[in-house]
């Protein structure tokens, strides 16, 4: 088994995802664990059935964190969960002894090949950070430049920490900042979660932009690459598509699976329709095992879950 160790944090609401990514990983990644953190009862009780030996499960009282504790009744879900990420990732540098890095992992990725190429390609650095530039050719410059000044110029669905002096230090900081103010207020030049990581780089040393192409690609760049199937390997500008963000997608329930960030949008990749189809099995196969599976639907306030 690899010393690189993925991890992710997990609500209900976004369990159908979660499993499509563990299902994903699974498929081309031949021997490997990840941490999962829970933010309910409901998710934990529901992988827990399965005994999966590579699956981690940890609840929010074995961080031992009480600032963590007292939080989730303060924050909304979305802020809480993206405030779960650094103290996750410090919690598995600080307690886990047997790893080099920890690969956080956002429950709505998808992965076509093995993201580890990504460590071989940047063995060096402490922690990798994927590109969040925006490219939205119908939308004009400053329009862009404006959306771009509020998310920051990076893209927190995948970030790698090495465990170095450097990434444990980094993950430290960004953890002290994510506890203090973890909300969506461009007054106050927040972003969640994710605008910190402008600061990483002025800040620590050894921190790079991953260069492998075809990673954690999304609603917001997309449309700068074209998608084509060659040899059964779905390709992005020529280079095979390692890992997709499928940020922003909600599932009503099996019928209804809308992408909030995409409203406006003409034409979109073919792989989201064999996503939401990938999804709609799963969701059939949850509901042979589990009465309650609309536990995992959104129905109400899909902005903030």
């Not at 994510?178 to 990483?200: H, R, S, V, W």
């Not at 792989?271 to 189809?277: G, S």
Request: glycine share 4%; with cysteine.
């Amino acid at each position: 088994m690899s010393n690189n160790i993925f991890c992710t944090v997990l609500s209900q609401k976004r369990l159908i995802q979660a499993v499509a990514a563990y299902l994903s990983l699974s498929k081309v990644v031949d021997d490997f664990k990840v941490y999962v953190l829970c933010v309910d009862d409901r998710s934990y009780d529901f992988i827990k059935q399965f005994n999966l030996t590579n699956v981690v499960l940890i609840k929010i009282n074995q961080l031992n964190r009480i600032d963590v504790v007292n939080l989730k009744n303060t924050r909304k879900l979305n802020q809480y969960c993206w405030t779960l990420k650094p103290v996750f990732i410090n919690y598995i540098l600080e307690h886990i002894s047997d790893i080099k890095r920890v690969i956080y992992i956002d429950a709505d990725l998808f992965f076509l090949q093995n993201p580890e190429i990504i460590i071989k390609n940047q063995p060096d650095s402490s922690v990798l950070i994927s590109d969040g530039k925006i490219f939205l050719s119908r939308k004009p410059n400053d329009f862009v430049h404006y959306v771009q000044d509020i998310t920051g110029n990076y893209n927190s669905g995948l970030i790698i920490f090495k465990k170095d002096v450097n990434g444990i230090m980094c993950a430290k900081w960004w953890d002290k900042m994510c506890i203090n103010a973890c909300t969506q207020n461009p007054e106050g030049n927040t972003f969640g979660d994710q605008k910190y990581l402008d600061n990483m780089p002025g800040l620590f040393d050894n921190i790079g932009e991953i260069t492998t192409p075809g990673v954690n690609i999304g609603h917001w760049n997309y449309q700068k690459y074209k998608f084509t199937i060659k040899d059964n390997e779905i390709m992005v500008n020529n280079y095979g598509l390692i890992v997709y963000h499928f940020s922003g997608f909600r599932i009503i329930n099996e019928n209804d699976i809308v992408q909030i960030h995409e409203k406006d949008r003409i034409s979109m990749p073919f792989i989201y329709d064999l996503y939401k189809r990938f999804l709609r099995n799963i969701i059939e196969e949850i509901k042979k095992i589990d009465s309650g599976y609309t536990d995992f639907f959104i129905t109400t306030d899909i902005e903030s879950n």
